[in-house]
């Protein structure tokens, strides 16, 4: 869920000199508007990793936009009063009115996640957590507050580095916290649970906006952005389209200095042939050693690729298959769907599909196609596949719980790897068949696609079920990364039961 | 919450046989247009207490309707197959295709409800499982199928007698239930969790609907009725008018037999004088004695009146306060929202003049004001005062688990009595200020306002929070009955912390 907000964005002084004088000028002529119309109120919520920045975004839109019409709130140790009252009842008295802004610091997101962190609330007690909170902004959103979630968020050792910075710097020393974040485990904690919450709040009337706080331009102008859209968006919408459409138009990710996930990977990966074959026939073995093991045979395990064409997700397969007998596995091939299943909410085949205990299967390209395919070629409206990811999320969550191991893979190659292969492929007589002309259509959308994988990996690598990314220009490299990858996932699950 | 269905409804033969042929005619009509378009399938939902007539009510249907296009499906004991699979999958594999209907008996309400009773899980355990439930049916509402859910209902009495002509009926013996629905506390238990699962689970995608199960004939019509008129709105709307709008336009209680919660009270209910005095003096000198003990002295108390114009609101408090000294009580006085309150969510005012803990809080009319006279007047839309149901709940659910005693008072009188009091209040100059125009326009609308407030108390009236009904013809049996009813609930309060 944080992969694109680790890669170290970042803009540089120039761009971001040219372009914050027209972003505060439209920031302030939206929050004038906003006071004139006053038909509705603005609730901005900040949360996140401790050192992203959080106090200086603050800091920073009370410094662009009038502080006037701000009021900000920090909700730390509950006062006498509060504490005589329901818990949200702090939070209701300091409701901004309609026209102006309110930014709530340490707010009902942080109470639950520092609770989760410290073992204060179980599982069970952070859902009713997170529901208490839906309602709760259900019910804003409906009464016609316009809310933003921001996730301030930063890697484990950029943060790390931070609060190193602050401990030498007298004028940052103050900061202290509850939670103890020099501590390794409690990032680790802190990030996990917090990946649950965010999944479980991002709702197409108060979605989370993830940003990456390590460089400070690029947080500002990406944090200025999302509000601006938004804000835009609502003022210029009657009450009456309100109800039915919404103002967050925003990706959860913005796309402000070109660095995308996929760019970041290392293509130049790759592995000599002696090295390959030595590997190859070493991962093999531990497979069919591990698909023994007493802890699989009582657990599905689903192993998923998604990937460029002719990134080798086949031949990948393939290095799995070998190893194994026929009746050990089931290759699912994913295609456009029936008539049948058209019949069917979506996701129906593919629950049709899913492992039963003791069962391996392998999904050639899966469900996901409904936010790739289906999103980029318009098979299905911007609607159905907003809401896909949530239906993607609860989905998996359902398999991973009840024990099934769920593998899933990103086969990444760069256009010109691409292009080499197709013209081989077109050479090669047995080969001809794997190329059409709808590869070559797909190909002169391949920026689309890669905005459509970032935001897929951004919203669906969980926890519980994470992408890995497979750096597929060197077919062995990538053959052997999938064969590991799975490996050593199954026997971290088979050391979780032990 | 199940007030309305206790009540004894039911139709006599004449009118039930002159509805029901247009009633099946139009209902196979419909089914037929829905496998026509093939758009959507419908999937029906049955629960609620045996005995009430679930299994009768699916054979009426497949009786009614062409048998072919209904699937039935009961779930009760998983199959091995089914264990091997996540939870959901018995389920997904049952879904109706498009143009058809399915019945899930047994479904995920009846499993959540027995591992609650059974004390198999504990309230977030339930909480979870709600918010599982309520995933799955949004996406499945997305993905345009059309649900019902009908929560069959009986009175504990009424229930007990149907299980007692069981046991003497040889075909109806077979009857066995994992659940021993002999033992009052089972269905004291089924019913408080059951009213938690409809509350925190009726959404208006997917409300439910009570029945009333006693008379037969009742309960077919009601539940015919229901399917035909959510069929026929889902039908006559094209695909992107159901996306913003609701097929569910049916109340939550048909108005079928004309017997409305309000005319089952018995209004001539009355006291003597002399018997007055003295019940006036022991409650008074009870509720002193209540107030000082120091669990209340921890807790917030909140008494709230509604009520018919002239149904006596204001001396009934004033037998409250009488016994009090003015500094240990507050009275809220609710009249039209000022242009503060009205820049805020509705409930702001509300939440900004609840009882801190130790207090005492008299609210002269609430917020159900939204629900009584903003509705039946127009001052806010059918969609604003449906969900304010929903955010009522929510209010009051978290007053109370904050340790708030919460105590409803629903005063009532009959048409006559009103028009006297408005009388004698015109003729009498000091009482001449409290009776208007408006009050003489609001007797216009009675057959409204009844019906708002049999919705009211149907939809929140709830285990944490119920309704009492005052029957209020009678002054002095109106005035002992908030009393008592009052040192009641403080009383049990004390003894639960006992």
Redesign the interface.
């Known amino acids: 869920m944080f992969e694109s907000a680790e890669i170290g964005h970042s803009i540089d002084k120039q761009t971001y000199d040219a372009q914050v004088p027209a972003l505060r000028e439209a920031l302030l002529s939206a929050q004038y508007q906003l006071k004139e119309q ?1 038909r509705f ?1 603005v609730l901005i919520l900040i949360n996140g990793i401790e050192g992203a920045g959080k106090g200086e975004t603050i800091k920073l839109l009370n410094e662009w936009m009038d502080p006037r019409l701000i009021r900000v709130d920090s909700f730390d140790t509950p006062t006498d ?1 509060e ?7 702090r939070y ?2 300091k ?1 901004p ?3 102006r802004t309110g930014i709530f610091f340490g707010n009902w997101y942080s109470k639950m996640l520092e609770d989760r962190v410290h073992g204060r609330i ?4 952070l ?2 957590q ?2 208490q909170a839906q ?2 902004e259900r ?2 959103c ?2 016609g ?1 316009l809310i933003f979630k921001f996730w301030m968020h930063l890697s484990k050792d950029r943060m790390m580095a931070r609060l190193e910075s602050f401990r030498n710097d007298p004028l940052q020393s103050w900061r202290i916290n509850p939670l103890d974040w020099q501590q390794s485990k409690t990032y680790d904690k802190f990030v996990r649970y917090g990946e649950y919450i965010l999944r479980h709040s991002s709702r197409e009337f108060a979605p989370w906006y993830v940003v990456e706080g390590t460089d400070e331009r690029y947080r500002s102008l990406a944090v200025g952005r999302v509000l601006l859209e938004g804000l835009q968006a609502a003022l210029n919408t009657t009450e009456d389209e309100r ?2 459409s919404q103002p967050h138009t925003a990706p959860l990710m913005l796309d402000l200095d070109r660095l995308g996930l996929l760019d970041s990977l290392d293509m130049t990966q790759a592995l000599e042939k002696a090295e390959y074959k030595y590997q190859l026939a070493t991962e093999q073995a531990r497979l069919v050693q591990l698909l023994r093991h007493r802890v699989l045979r009582k657990r ?1 395990v689903l192993v998923m690729f998604e990937g460029h064409d002719a990134a080798g997700k086949g031949s990948a397969i393939r290095r799995i298959t070998g190893a194994l007998d026929p009746r050990q596995y089931r290759i699912v091939q994913v295609a456009a769907p029936t008539q ?1 299943e058209l ?6 085949r593919f ?2 599909n ?1 492992p ?3 069962k391996f299967t392998i999904f050639d390209r899966s469900w996901y196609g409904r936010v790739l395919v289906e999103r980029v070629e318009g098979f299905c409206s911007p ?2 596949w907003l ?1 896909a990811y ?2 993607i999320n ?1 989905f998996e969550e ?2 991973v ?2 024990g ?1 191991v769920l593998v899933k893979f990103w086969l990444s190659i760069d256009q010109d790897t691409q292009l080499e292969r197709f013209k081989e492929r077109e050479a090669t007589p047995f080969k001809r068949f794997k190329i059409t002309e709808e590869d070559w259509r797909n190909r002169d959308k391949w920026d689309d696609y890669s905005h459509a994988v970032a935001d897929m990996v951004d919203r669906t690598s969980t926890e519980i079920a994470p992408w890995t990314l497979v750096e597929a220009n060197d077919k062995r490299f990538a053959r052997i990364k999938v064969l590991r990858t799975l490996n050593d996932t199954l026997e971290a699950a088979i050391e979780k039961e032990r």
Do not use: C, F, Y
Not at 83 to 89: D, G, I, S, T
Not at 122 to 125: F, H, I, Q, S, V
Not at 343 to 348: C, N, R, V
């Open positions: 006053a109120p009063e504490l005589a009252h329901p818990p949200a009842w209701w008295r409701l009115e309609k026209g179980n599982k069970a007690g859902a009713l997170i529901s309602r709760l019910m804003l409906d009464e507050v109800r039915t599905g049948d019949a069917k909410p979506w996701l129906w629950w049709n899913i039963e205990r003791g609607e159905e809401r949530s239906e609860h359902q398999m719980d009840s099934i």
